[in-house]
C-alpha cells in the first residue's frame, strides 16, 4: 500500500487530494500541523480524524512515506517539493505548484537529479466531465476542433481568506494561480505539447484590497485551434457553488458544452455535458463517471511513469502560465462616480 503525507495545510485544496487518495487505497500516514489558516488544520482534523499529527521533518525524513501531498502557500511549494524529493519522497502539489520562473527552473533540475515524480494537481485531471469531453473530442465526433473557450469564475470569500491570498508574490497571480488550469486543459483538449500565448489582460476591480487581480482573460492558439479563457473572482453569493465553470468547443461537425459546477434552471448536481452533432443532441451526466488521477498517480509511484499527466506537460503548462502573467497588460478599473 502507497504510503504519503499531507504538508503544508494552508488551502482547502488539501482535502479534495486527500480525500481522492485515500478513496483510491493510499494511506495517509500523518500530517503536519504547521499552517498560516488555523480553519484549514480544523477542517482537516474534522474529515480525517484518524490522521496523526507528525512533525514536518519527521514527515519527511521516514523513509517508509512514499510521496506528500502539498498545499502550503504557493509561493513555499517549490522549496518543500524540493526538500521531499531530496529525502526520497515524490510529490503531489496543489496548484500553483510555483510561483516564479526560477522556482520552475529550481524544480526542473530537482526532478532531473532525483528521478522524482513532481505533479501539479490541476483541475482537468480531478474533473470526471473533463475527462469526458477528451473522449468526445479524440472521438472525432466534433470533425477537428477549432475553437476553445473556458470560462472560470471563482468565489471571493473574502472573509475566510488568508492575508497570504491578497498578496501577489505569495501566490504568483491570477493567471499563474486559477488561469493554469484552463491552459492545461486546453493543451489536452488541441493535442498539442505547447500553444502560443497571444494576449493576456489582466485587471483589478476593486474587489478586495488594492492592486489585487480579479480578472483575467487571455487567448492561446496552436497550428490548428484557438482558445479564449476567462478567470475572475466575480461568483455571486447566491449562487449555490463555488463558481459556474463552463467549457465551450467548437469543431467542423459539432459543438460540446460542459457545465461544470451546476446547471443553473435545469438538472440536479455538477460535471454536465451537452454535446450536437451530425446525428443531434444529447445530455450525459458524467458526475457517476469516476476519476481515475489519484488511483493513476499511485500507481505510477510503483512504475516511475505517470502518463497521465507526464512530468514535462507540467513543467510547459507552469512555463506558460508564467509568461501570460508576466507580459499581461494591466489595467484598474475606474469607480462609478
Known sequence: MARFAAVG???????????????????????????????VLAGFRKRFPDVPVVSRERLLDD??????????????????????????????????????????????DAVRETRRLWSVCVGRVASPALQAALRVVRSGELGRLAQVVSLAPHRL???????????????????NDIGVHSIDQFLALADMAEAEIESCVIGAYGTAPEGFEDFAEFTLSTSRVRG???????????????????LFLVGTEGTLELRKNLDIEGRAGANHMFVAGKTGTRHVDCSVLPVTYFRDFIAAVRSRDFAALPQEQVFTVCRMALAAQASAKRFVAERPK
Open 9 to 39: 495545510l494552508d488551502h482547502r485544496h488539501v482535502y479534495d487530494m486527500t480525500a481522492g487518495l485515500l478513496a483510491a487505497g493510499a494511506e495517509c500516514v500523518g500530517h503536519d500541523p504547521e499552517t498560516t489558516d488555523p480553519r
Open 63 to 108: 523513509p517508509s512515506v512514499d510521496f506528500i501531498v502539498l498545499s502550503a502557500v504557493p509561493r513555499d511549494r517549490a522549496d518543500i517539493a524540493i526538500a521531499a524529493m531530496r529525502r526520497g519522497k515524490d510529490v503531489m502539489s496543489d496548484k500553483p505548484g510555483v510561483t516564479t520562473v526560477a522556482q520552475l527552473n529550481a524544480m526542473r
Open 157 to 175: 470569500n473574502r472573509d475566510l481568506r488568508p492575508d497570504w491570498f491578497f498578496d501577489r508574490p505569495a501566490y504568483g497571480g491570477i493567471v
Open 228 to 246: 479564449y479563457c476567462r478567470v475572475d473572482w466575480f461568483t455571486p453569493d447566491g449562487l449555490p457553488t463555488w463558481g459556474d465553470g463552463r
